[in-house]
C-alpha cells in the first residue's frame, strides 16, 4: 500500500491555500501523500534531505517569502539530482511575464489558483493522474497552462 | 637717334663734298675739252693756212705755166687754164684774207703778200698784152721770176710762221691734256674713296635700321597681342587727312575683321551707342578746339553683331611735326569687367540678402556666431550674439577679452583648453558651457565650430546656440519624466497588487464560499443558501472588476510593440477565447477576410474579444445572437479625420449585431469609464469594456464610433491606419 502512494510536494505560504490544496487532493482518493513547506528555502531542504521520498509532483506557489518559487525552479533545474522532477506551478498571478518566465526556466505545467473549490479539486485530479513522461517530451506553450 | 641724325649729317656732308668734286671734274673736263678743241682747231686752222699759202704758190706757178705754154705754143687752149689759175689765185688770196681777220696769219705780212699777188697778177697781164704786141716778154719774164721768187720767200716764211704757231699751239695743246688726266683721276678717286665712305656708313646705318625695324616688329607684335590679351585697342584720327586708322584690336573690339577696309569718322561715331554718342562728340570737339586729353570715359558701344560692348577710351589731341592735328585714342574692353562687376554687385545683393536672412534665421534659431581669422586674430561676431550676451550691436563693442569674459568662471578653464586645441581635430565630449551676460544672467550655450581655409587663411568659425530656454525645458522635462516614472512604477506595483494580493483574499473567500455550498453536511436553510449566492455574486463582481481594471490600466501602461498582424487571426484568437459564451448562447458569427495591419496584436485581440462578448452579452432573449464583423468602405469623414493619411492607408471594420441595442444619445458616453447603460441585475458589468476598446482605438491613433438603436442591434466601427500609430507624427 505505501509502495503506492502517490508524493506531491507543495511549497505554499498561504496557510489556506495549503488547506485547499490537501483538502482537495485528499478528497480524490487517489492514495496520495501532500508534503507542504511554507517557503522557498524550507522547500530546497526538504529535497535535499535524505529519506524524505521523491516527489511524484512539486507544486511552486511564485510569490514566497525567502525564496521564490521562481528561484526555487532555477535551483531545481540546475540541480543534477532534481532537474529530473516534474514541477507545477500554482500560482494566483495570472500574468503574461510569470508565465513565461516559468516556462522557459523549464516548469512542466501552470495551474492558476482556481477560485472555486470543485475547480481545483478537478485541476488536481487532472496534474496528478498526467503522465509526466509524455508530459515534459511533447512541451508547447499552449497545453502549459492547464485548463481544466 | 642722335647717332643716326649725327651720321645723317655727316652723310648729307660727304653727298655734298663728292657731288661738289663730281661737278667741279666735270667743269674741269669740259674746259679742258674746251681748250683741246680750241688748240686743235688752231692747230687745223695753221695746217690749213699752210695749205692755202701752199696752194696760193701753186696756183700762181700754175699760172706762169699757163702763161708759157701759151706764149711758147701759142694754144689759146691754155689760156683757159690760165684763166682757171688765176681765179683759184683769187679765190686763195680770199680765203688768206678770211684767215688773216681770223688772227690766224700776220696781217701785214698778208697784206705784202697781196701786194706782191696783184703786182705779179698785173705783170702777168703786161706780159699778155705784150705778147698780144708781139713786143719783147724777156724783162717781164724775168721780172715775173723775181716777183714769183718773192712771193714764193713769203710764202715760205709764212708757212715757216705758221709751222712755229703750229708746233707751239700743239705743244700747248698736249700739255693741257697732259695735266687734266691726272687732276681728273686724283679728284674722281676722292670722290669714290667718298662715296665709298658713304656707302659703308649707309650699309651700317641700314643695319642698324634693319636692326631697329626687326626690334620694332616684334614689339609691335607684342604691342597687338598685348592689345589683345588686355583687350585694349587704339585708333588716331588725322584732322587733315580725314584719316582713321585702327589698332588690330581696336577692330575686334568693333567687331570688325583686322585690316578690313579702313572706317571712316562718322561710322565709328554711329557705332557709339545712343546715349553716349552725343556726350562723346562734345568732348571730341573740345578736345580739337583745346588740344586737351581726356582721361578716360566708359562708352558703350554696340558691335557689328549688335552686341553691347563697355568701353573706357582716353584721347589725346596732339599735333605732329608738320602741324597737323592728329586726335589719338585709346581705348579698353570693360565688357567683362562691367559683367564681373554686375555680377559681383548681384552676387552681394545676394549676399546681403542672405546676411539679413541668416541673421534672421539667427535670431529665430537663438543662434549667435563668430568667426575668427587665425592670421590676422581678427574676430567678426554676428549680431545675434550681441543679443545672446545681452548688448546692443549697434551701439556697444564686442572684443575677444570681452566674449571670453562674458563666459561663466566655471567652464572657462575647460573652454581655454578648447581654445588651445583648435587646430587639431579633436571632439569634445561636452559642448556646453554657461556664459554670463552683461546683465548678469546665466545662458546656456553650445557651440560648434569648423577650421577651413579661406583662400589660404586659416578660419575658425563658432556657431553657438543659446540653450538657455531649451536647458531650461529639458531640466523640467528631465524632472517630470522622473515623477513620470516613478508614478509609473508605482502604478505597476498597484497593478501587481492589484492583480495578485487584491484578488488573493477574494478568491479565497469564493473558494470557502463553494466549499461550504458543497459541503453535504451543512444545512444553511434556504435563506442562508440565498445569502452565501448573493456572497458569491458580489465577490465574483468584484473580481469582474479588478481584472477589467487591470486590462484598462495594461492598455495604458503596457509596452506598445506594434507588430504586423494579420486581424482576421486575432479575430478567431477571440472567438476562441470566447468560444463557451458563444456556445452557451448559441450565437452565429460571421467575419469577411481581414486584411493585415501594423498594430499591438494583444490589444487588438482585448478589442474584438470585447465588442463580440458585449455583443453576446445584450443579445435579445429568446433571439439567436448574430455577430457580423466586415470591411466597411471608408466614408468622406473618415478621410476628414484622418487628412494627413492617403486612403489606401487606412482600414475599416465594423462589429454589428442583432441585440438589445441602445438609444443612439447614449453613443458617446458607452465609452466612458465605469458608465453603464443598463442595471447590474439586467446585465452584468464593470464599464469598463468599452472603455477599454476607445483606449486601444487611441493607442493605434484610430477611431471608434457606436450606432445603434433601442430594439435594432448595435455598431461598433472603427478606423485604424494601416501602418500603425508608430508613422504618424502625432
Known amino acids: ?148 | 637717334m642722335s647717332i643716326l641724325e649725327l651720321s645723317e649729317n655727316y652723310l648729307r656732308g660727304a653727298f655734298v663734298i663728292s657731288v661738289t668734286l663730281l661737278i667741279f671734274i666735270a667743269g674741269v673736263s669740259y674746259k679742258q675739252f674746251h681748250s683741246y678743241h680750241k688748240s686743235q682747231q688752231l692747230v687745223m686752222q695753221s695746217h690749213y693756212s699752210q695749205k692755202s699759202l701752199q696752194t696760193l704758190i701753186s696756183h700762181i706757178t700754175g699760172m706762169e705755166t699757163y702763161q708759157r705754154s701759151f706764149i711758147i705754143s701759142g694754144d689759146s687752149a691754155f689760156l683757159e687754164g690760165y684763166a682757171g689759175q688765176n681765179d683759184k689765185i683769187s679765190e686763195s688770196m680770199e680765203k688768206l684774207k678770211s684767215m688773216g681777220t681770223d688772227g690766224n696769219i700776220n696781217l701785214a705780212h698778208l697784206d705784202s703778200m697781196e701786194r706782191l699777188v696783184r703786182e705779179r697778177k698785173a705783170l702777168f697781164d703786161d706780159t699778155m698784152t705784150l705778147f698780144a704786141e708781139g713786143a719783147s716778154l724777156g724783162d717781164n719774164l724775168r721780172k715775173g721770176n723775181g716777183q714769183t721768187r718773192k712771193i714764193r720767200g713769203l710764202i715760205e716764211h709764212l708757212v715757216a710762221d705758221q709751222g712755229e704757231l703750229l708746233a707751239e699751239r700743239e705743244n700747248a695743246s698736249e700739255k693741257s691734256y697732259r695735266i687734266s688726266p691726272i687732276l681728273m683721276f686724283s679728284t674722281i678717286l676722292l670722290a669714290l674713296f667718298i662715296i665709298s665712305l658713304v656707302f659703308i656708313a649707309l650699309t651700317q646705318i641700314l643695319r642698324k635700321y634693319n636692326k631697329a625695324n626687326r626690334k620694332l616688329n616684334i614689339n609691335n607684335e607684342i604691342f597687338k597681342q598685348a592689345e589683345e590679351i588686355s583687350g585694349t585697342g587704339h585708333w588716331y584720327y588725322n584732322f587733315h587727312s580725314q584719316t582713321l586708322v585702327f589698332s588690330d584690336n581696336q577692330y575686334r573690339l568693333l567687331g570688325l575683321t583686322p585690316n578690313g577696309s579702313p572706317p571712316k569718322l562718322h561710322q565709328f561715331l554711329q557705332k557709339v551707342h545712343r546715349d553716349d554718342r552725343t556726350e562723346l562728340i562734345r568732348k571730341l570737339k573740345y578736345l580739337y578746339h583745346n588740344e586737351a586729353c581726356e582721361e578716360g570715359m566708359d562708352l558703350k558701344i554696340l558691335t557689328e553683331e549688335d552686341m553691347v560692348r563697355c568701353i573706357r577710351m582716353a584721347c589725346k589731341m596732339i599735333s605732329d611735326d608738320q602741324g597737323n592735328k592728329i586726335l589719338i585714342g585709346v581705348n579698353k574692353d570693360l565688357t567683362s569687367e562691367v559683367n564681373a562687376k554686375e555680377k559681383l554687385s548681384q552676387l552681394n545683393r545676394k549676399l546681403e540678402i542672405q546676411i539679413k536672412m541668416l541673421s534672421n534665421a539667427e535670431m529665430m534659431a537663438a543662434v549667435g556666431s563668430y568667426s575668427y581669422d587665425q592670421d590676422k586674430g581678427t574676430y567678426e561676431f554676428s549680431s545675434n550674439l550681441f543679443r545672446i550676451l545681452e548688448l546692443d550691436p549697434e551701439n556697444e563693442e564686442l572684443t575677444e577679452e570681452k566674449f571670453l569674459n562674458a563666459i561663466h568662471p566655471e567652464d572657462r578653464v575647460r573652454l581655454e583648453k578648447v581654445r588651445k586645441k583648435v587646430g587639431v581635430a579633436t571632439v569634445f565630449e561636452s559642448n556646453e558651457f554657461r556664459i554670463l551676460t552683461s546683465k548678469e544672467k546665466v545662458r546656456f550655450l553650445k557651440y560648434t565650430y569648423k577650421l577651413f581655409k579661406e583662400s589660404g587663411k586659416k578660419m575658425l568659425v563658432v556657431t553657438l546656440k543659446d540653450m538657455t530656454e531649451e536647458t531650461i525645458t529639458k531640466k523640467s522635462l528631465e524632472e517630470k519624466n522622473k515623477e513620470l516614472y516613478h508614478s509609473n512604477a508605482e502604478l505597476a506595483e498597484f497593478n501587481y497588487f492589484a492583480s495578485h494580493d487584491l484578488q488573493e483574499p477574494l478568491r479565497k473567500i469564493q473558494t470557502f464560499i463553494s466549499r461550504i455550498t458543497t459541503m453535504e453536511d451543512i444545512h444553511l436553510g434556504s435563506k442562508g443558501e440565498d445569502y452565501f449566492k448573493r456572497i458569491q455574486r458580489a465577490a465574483n463582481r468584484m473580481q469582474n472588476l479588478i481584472i477589467d481594471l487591470l486590462a484598462f490600466s495594461r492598455t495604458t501602461n503596457s509596452e506598445k510593440i506594434f507588430e504586423i498582424t494579420d486581424l482576421q487571426s486575432l479575430v478567431i484568437q477571440a472567438l476562441n477565447e470566447l468560444n463557451q459564451e458563444i456556445e452557451e448562447k448559441n450565437a452565429i458569427v460571421h467575419y469577411d477576410v481581414l486584411p493585415t495591419a501594423n498594430v499591438i496584436p494583444f490589444q487588438i485581440k482585448q478589442l474584438f474579444v470585447n465588442l463580440i462578448s458585449n455583443a453576446l452579452k445584450y443579445s435579445k432573449n429568446k433571439v439567436q445572437p448574430e455577430i457580423w464583423i466586415k470591411n466597411e468602405p471608408l466614408t468622406q469623414q473618415d478621410l476628414v479625420d484622418f487628412n494627413s493619411i492617403s486612403v489606401d492607408k487606412l482600414i475599416k471594420l465594423s462589429i454589428k449585431d442583432n441585440g438589445i441595442g441602445f438609444d443612439q444619445e447614449y453613443a458617446e458616453s458607452v465609452f466612458v469609464l465605469f458608465k453603464r447603460l443598463h442595471n447590474r441585475s439586467q446585465f452584468s458589468g464593470t464599464g469598463i469594456g468599452l472603455s477599454i476598446c476607445k483606449k486601444v482605438i487611441e493607442n493605434h491613433r484610430g477611431t471608434i464610433r457606436a450606432h445603434s438603436e433601442e430594439g435594432q442591434g448595435a455598431t461598433f466601427t472603427f478606423v485604424l491606419p494601416i501602418l500603425g500609430g508608430q508613422t504618424l507624427v502625432p
Not at chain 1, 85 to 111: P, W
Open chain 1, 1 to 148: 500500500m505505501a509502495q503506492d502512494q502517490i508524493h506531491v510536494l507543495l511549497a505554499d505560504d498561504d496557510e489556506d491555500d495549503r488547506l485547499f490544496f490537501s483538502d482537495a487532493i485528499h478528497q480524490l482518493n487517489l492514495n496520495t501523500v501532500v508534503h507542504a513547506v511554507e517557503d522557498g528555502e524550507e522547500l530546497m531542504n526538504w529535497l535535499r534531505k535524505e529519506g524524505n521520498p521523491r516527489p511524484h509532483v512539486v507544486f511552486l506557489d511564485l510569490n514566497m517569502p525567502k525564496k521564490g518559487g521562481i528561484e526555487c525552479l532555477e535551483e531545481i533545474k540546475k540541480c543534477p539530482h532534481l532537474k529530473e522532477l516534474s514541477v507545477a506551478i500554482y500560482s494566483t498571478s495570472s500574468s503574461q511575464k510569470d508565465i513565461e518566465d516559468s516556462f522557459v526556466l523549464g516548469a512542466n505545467i501552470y495551474i492558476k489558483k482556481p477560485n472555486d473549490f470543485n475547480v481545483l479539486k478537478k485541476a488536481m485530479g487532472k496534474v496528478i493522474s498526467m503522465n509526466w513522461q509524455f508530459c515534459t517530451s511533447g512541451l508547447n506553450k499552449e497545453s502549459f497552462i492547464l485548463n481544466v
